[in-house]
């Protein structure tokens, strides 16, 4: 087998060897690991993460990217908490949460696609903006004990379906359905054809301001679900929330080998990134590894995978 096979057979499971050997190596420092109710602890931890990276993965492959989802989410979950906190029953606050998210995800969209300002620049502007608003609507303080009387919210994080836990449910079902809408819609190929060349598609009739806010719409919605699990997780909404998540969400996608630069990457892809970082936060926890060094080897775990991502755009 020559050295061309051998890199066409990395491109193409190069991501799946690197979850089994990190699996691997794991569960050779420490045989807990691969225990049923560790992997199911790894689901629950990486369904927030794998959410918000599942949004990003449309927006980067359009050419773009969202700074901002770390805020959405750290927004809505506050808005989420006022409600509850009013009397609004919980049903209703996460529908209008849910609904409220997916608008700041409008906004983004708007400004991308039709005031035509760069990705980075406006999302950094609306992560700062949402984190202000947060702020001053919270003062600052956390909503505490807000799954008490929301049973609904309640079951987001502690609910289990045939034992298994329901964020793992809503993470492997919105896998199955981005999956089919990437892969097997024109609004799929659509994405894939406005990160490869704008102006092509531009010219092939792709209705290329449509498709832009859209990703940012479907980023907007992921992040305000990702937002009920944590809030629920936490049985409190706090104003910090989400910092940092952005860097997360783009760690899985670009692991899942989705091309910065757009137009390449696949939503199962981003779903095995998260699980990679998933397993690396866990693993690196149950054998003990200091914070410290934590976020050292979790930095040189994306530097190399950009550093891939490079050479296979060469």
Do not use: C, H, W
């Not at 808005?79 to 995800?105: N, Q, R, W, Y």
């Not at 502690?158 to 809408?181: C, D, E, H, S, T």
């Not at 990160?195 to 992040?223: C, D, H, M, Q, W």
């Amino acid at each position: 087998m020559n050295m061309k096979k051998v890199g066409d057979i990395y491109k193409k499971f190069g991501t799946v060897f690197s979850l089994l050997i990190l699996v691997i190596i794991v569960t050779a420092m420490n045989p807990k690991f691969l225990t049923l109710y560790n992997i199911l602890n790894i689901f629950r931890q990486v369904s927030i993460n794998g959410l918000i990276a599942f949004g990003m993965t449309f927006v980067i492959l359009t050419g773009g990217i969202d700074l901002s989802v770390g805020s959405i989410l750290g927004l809505t979950g506050v808005i989420l908490g006022l409600m509850i906190k009013s009397g609004t029953p919980d049903v209703i606050a996460i529908l209008i949460a849910i609904v409220f998210g997916t608008m700041l995800g409008a906004i983004n969209g708007v400004l991308v696609s039709k005031i035509k300002l760069q990705p980075f620049i406006a999302t950094l502007a609306t992560m700062t903006m949402f984190r202000g608003i947060t702020m001053i609507i919270s003062d600052g303080i956390p909503f505490m004990g807000l799954t008490k009387n929301a049973p609904v919210l309640d079951y987001f994080s502690q609910g289990r379906f045939l034992k298994v836990p329901f964020p793992m449910i809503i993470f492997l079902l919105l896998l199955a359905v981005l999956l089919v809408l990437l892969q097997n819609t024109a609004f799929g190929r659509s994405v894939y054809a406005l990160g490869g060349n704008e102006e092509a598609a531009r010219l092939s009739s792709i209705p290329v301001i449509k498709v832009k806010t859209l990703v940012y719409v479907i980023s907007g919605f992921l992040s305000s679900l990702a937002a009920i699990i944590l809030t629920s997780r936490l049985s409190s909404s706090q104003p910090t929330a989400g910092m940092g998540f952005e860097l997360d969400a783009i760690a899985a996608v670009v692991i899942g080998g989705t091309s910065l630069s757009g137009g390449k990457g696949k939503i199962f892809g981003t779903f095995l990134g998260a699980l990679i970082i998933g397993v690396l936060n866990n693993g690196l926890n149950i054998i003990g590894v200091s914070a410290f060094y934590q976020q050292f080897i979790k930095g040189l775990v994306i530097l190399f995978a950009v550093i891939l991502d490079r050479k296979s755009t060469k």
